[in-house]
């Protein structure tokens, strides 16, 4: 799909690389888009990373896919040092990324190839979704 691999093209640019907390905020914000049905000026983020790498590229990745940013004053960032975002519009939705997950990618190794494999996850196999 020429589409996913522009959008991968972009989402490295805009971040500087693509590793695993950027690709899951990605993901995040891509999710939270299609359950809540919006995007943009209608959804509001609050994330919990912190903003101490690695976790808090994930903060990136909501970014560049909700287009709610720090200067539209329509994303937050908590310091709670959590895998996790709440998206709003009319309705709330809180993301998690999955313990056995985020275990995975603080352990590995190989991060510079773990982005793809976690691109080509499932939803659920990423996110815990209430």
Excluded at 33 to 56: C, E, F
Excluded at 117 to 123: A, C, P, V
């Amino acid at each position: 799909m020429a589409d996913v691999e522009e959008e991968r093209i972009s989402l490295r640019e805009f971040h500087g690389h693509l590793g695993p907390y950027v690709v899951v905020g990605y993901r995040m914000g891509k999710a939270a888009a299609r359950i809540l049905g919006s995007g943009g000026k209608r959804m509001r983020a609050v994330v919990k990373t912190g903003t101490r790498p690695p976790s808090s590229c994930i903060l990136d990745g909501i970014q560049f896919s909700t287009r709610c940013t720090l200067g539209k004053g329509n994303i937050a960032v908590l310091d709670e040092g959590k895998a996790e975002a709440v998206f709003s519009t009319d309705r709330e939705l809180t993301i998690r990324l999955r313990g056995d997950i985020k275990r995975m990618i603080d352990s590995e190794n190989a991060k510079d190839l773990l982005w793809q494999r976690i691109s080509e996850m499932t939803d659920e196999e990423l996110f815990e979704v209430e």
